[in-house]
């Protein structure tokens, strides 16, 4: 595992430029896909929806939301779906000036990064994605300001995770993902795990940044914008796929989150 002080020096001190940022789909149909990461760019991957395994230098990486691979240029993948649903993913393409390649080796590596599911982090890739399609050169100027913050909130994350005990909340974390479909609260989840709803609030606080209730609200609206897009499913069918019982609720929170009632973001993305 990479320690903090490298990714300051890599991500905080070296001369990068931003390039890109590209979405991808893996289909269960493609399950296993070979390919070269950009000749002349490094890449940091982010897990949209599903996971993968990526094997680079037959070193295995296991991808999902709330992990970040960095991905030095020219280097030979292998990825493999291990989801039951088609694996998303985003990748921010940047390039190191090449007066300063002999002093940043780590930039060509490959490496992971634990984000335990920061919402910062993951609403600014998703915020980078959103402003990158606008045309122009102040859209572009502010995309370059909007990596440079992605860079910030890693260092900062991964500083967190070597601070605090989250061995509990990666548990959680998987719990929440399992069962959020059925309807649970977090009241739910701090009895299954024994602990109390403050206690959890805190270690979600201190890790992520969001408290509990806007972690699974936000993983819930996310789903639910995956089945809009995808399916033809009924609106109170997919208010109930997500885990609300009441689909009249649901709508009120869908259109809080996003600023579109589900009807009109099925109606936008289609």
Same mark, same amino acid.
């Given at each position: 595992?990479?320690?903090?002080?490298?990714?300051?020096?890599?991500?905080?001190?070296?001369?990068?430029?931003?390039?890109?940022?590209?979405?991808?789909?893996?289909?269960?149909?493609?399950?296993?896909?070979?390919? =070269?990461?950009?000749?002349?760019?490094?890449?940091?991957?982010?897990?949209?929806?599903? $996971?993968?395994?990526?094997?680079?230098?037959?070193? &295995?990486?296991?991808?999902?939301?709330?992990?970040?691979?960095?991905?030095?240029?020219?280097?030979?993948?292998?990825?493999?779906?291990?989801?039951?649903?088609?694996?998303?993913?985003?990748?921010?393409?940047?390039?190191?000036?090449?007066?300063?390649?002999?002093?940043?080796?780590?930039?060509?590596?490959?490496?992971?990064?634990?984000?335990?599911? $920061?919402?910062?982090?993951?609403?600014?890739?998703?915020?980078?994605?959103?402003?990158?399609?606008?045309?122009?050169?102040?859209?572009?100027?502010?995309?370059?300001?909007?990596?440079?913050?992605?860079?910030?909130?890693?260092?900062?994350?991964?500083?967190?995770?070597?601070?605090?005990?989250?061995?509990?909340?990666?548990?959680?974390?998987?719990?929440?993902?399992?069962?959020?479909?059925?309807?649970?609260? &977090?009241?739910?989840?701090?009895?299954?795990?024994?602990?109390?709803?403050?206690?959890?609030?805190?270690?979600?606080?201190?890790?992520?940044?969001?408290?509990? =209730?806007?972690?699974?609200?936000?993983?819930?609206?996310?789903?639910?914008?995956?089945?809009?897009? =995808? $399916?033809?499913?009924?609106?109170?069918?997919?208010?109930?796929? &997500?885990?609300?019982?009441?689909?009249?609720?649901?709508?009120?929170?869908?259109?809080?989150?996003?600023?579109?009632?589900? =009807?009109?973001?099925?109606?936008?993305?289609?």
């Amino acid at each position: 595992m990479i320690d903090t002080e490298q990714l300051i020096e890599l991500y905080g001190t070296a001369p990068l430029n931003f390039l890109d940022i590209v979405t991808q789909k893996m289909a269960e149909r493609d399950s296993i896909r070979s390919f =070269t990461s950009n000749a002349g760019a490094g890449g940091l991957l982010f897990a949209i929806d599903g $996971s993968a395994e990526l094997t680079i230098d037959d070193e &295995v990486y296991m991808i999902e939301r709330g992990t970040v691979l960095h991905v030095g240029p020219n280097l030979a993948l292998q990825s493999q779906i291990t989801s039951d649903r088609p694996f998303e993913y985003a990748v921010i393409h940047f390039r190191l000036a090449n007066n300063a390649s002999s002093q940043f080796p780590l930039f060509y590596k490959h490496f992971f990064i634990k984000a335990y599911e $920061s919402m910062k982090l993951i609403k600014k890739v998703q915020q980078l994605q959103q402003n990158f399609l606008i045309p122009g050169g102040l859209a572009y100027l502010q995309s370059k300001g909007l990596f440079l913050k992605i860079l910030e909130e890693i260092i900062i994350t991964h500083e967190k995770s070597g601070k605090d005990s989250t061995e509990d909340l990666d548990d959680i974390i998987d719990y929440m993902h399992q069962f959020y479909d059925e309807g649970i609260s &977090v009241l739910d989840i701090a009895q299954h795990f024994k602990t109390d709803r403050r206690k959890l609030s805190t270690l979600f606080i201190n890790q992520i940044g969001v408290s509990p =209730t806007v972690y699974i609200t936000d993983l819930r609206i996310q789903r639910a914008k995956l089945l809009l897009r =995808t $399916s033809d499913l009924a609106i109170t069918e997919v208010a109930e796929n &997500v885990g609300y019982r009441d689909h009249f609720y649901f709508s009120r929170v869908f259109k809080k989150e996003t600023g579109f009632s589900p =009807t009109g973001y099925r109606k936008y993305m289609k």
